[in-house]
């Protein structure tokens, strides 16, 4: 089983809708998660960490369920600029500080 | 605020040939962590440096090698290079020792193509 799994998509969805992408883990000792976007042969860039109470910034909410082991990414009000591969990244237990990435979800966000 | 700076960002070499990457991390951060990125797949991490000395390595030979200099700079080394090393190599920086240690920001990458 991989450390961290992601569907790969991509996720076709029209302008305004609403979109959500889980990421499982297999360590249940990990200790941090955030989500990453990519644009196309770009770097990633840190979208959101995901705290155990959960957050939101503006049209993104970002959960963590520790019991099932995975966290989840929602989009509402989808916009063309949404469109990238979003990451999800776990990091092993405390004391480890290597970025462990799922192998991303593609999002295509259609007019 | 200066973001992390990677160096150059294309390079073809041929197989055996050797390269050095340069990274320059965000200003104000201590710790350098080196990636690797096939197509198509996320980031796998080769290793971190932080205080100059690799402190963790991931799964990678020692054909990566590394180092980190006294103002936080970072050089990653491949040696004889091989096929399957074409990818992009990312940078990331953090600073450690702070509630946000674990949040890394990431370089533009240089894309290595061995031919």
């Known amino acids: 089983r991989k450390e961290v799994e992601q569907d790969p998509g991509p996720f076709n969805v029209p302008e305004g809708a609403t979109v959500a992408f889980n990421c499982t883990y297999s360590n249940s000792a990990s200790q941090s998660f955030f989500w990453y976007r990519q644009d196309c042969r770009k770097e990633p860039k840190l979208l959101m960490s995901v705290y155990s109470s959960g957050n939101e910034d503006g049209r993104f909410t970002a959960q963590l369920n520790r019991a099932s082991q995975y966290i989840s990414l929602l989009i509402r009000d989808s916009k063309l600029s949404d469109s990238a591969t979003y990451l999800c990244?776990?990091?092993?237990?405390?004391?480890?500080?290597?970025?462990?990435f799922g192998t991303g979800t593609r999002l295509k966000v259609l007019a | 605020d200066a973001g992390v700076t990677q160096s150059p960002t294309h390079l073809i070499k041929t197989r055996g040939q050797q390269v050095t990457l340069r990274c320059s991390p965000k200003s104000g951060h201590d710790t350098v962590s080196w990636y690797q990125q096939a197509l198509g797949q996320g980031p796998q991490f080769i290793f971190q440096y932080y205080e100059e000395e690799e402190r963790q390595r991931g799964n990678f030979p020692d054909r990566f090698s590394g180092h980190q200099f006294p103002n936080y700079s970072s050089e990653l080394n491949v040696n004889a290079l091989l096929l399957g090393d074409s990818a992009l190599y990312l940078c990331?920086?953090?600073?450690?020792?702070?509630?946000?240690?674990?949040?890394?920001?990431f370089g533009p990458g240089t894309r290595l193509t061995v031919t």
């Open positions: 990331a920086s953090s600073l450690d020792g702070t509630a946000k240690a674990y949040e890394q920001y």
């Open positions: 990244v776990v990091t092993p237990p405390s004391g480890t500080y290597k970025y462990i």
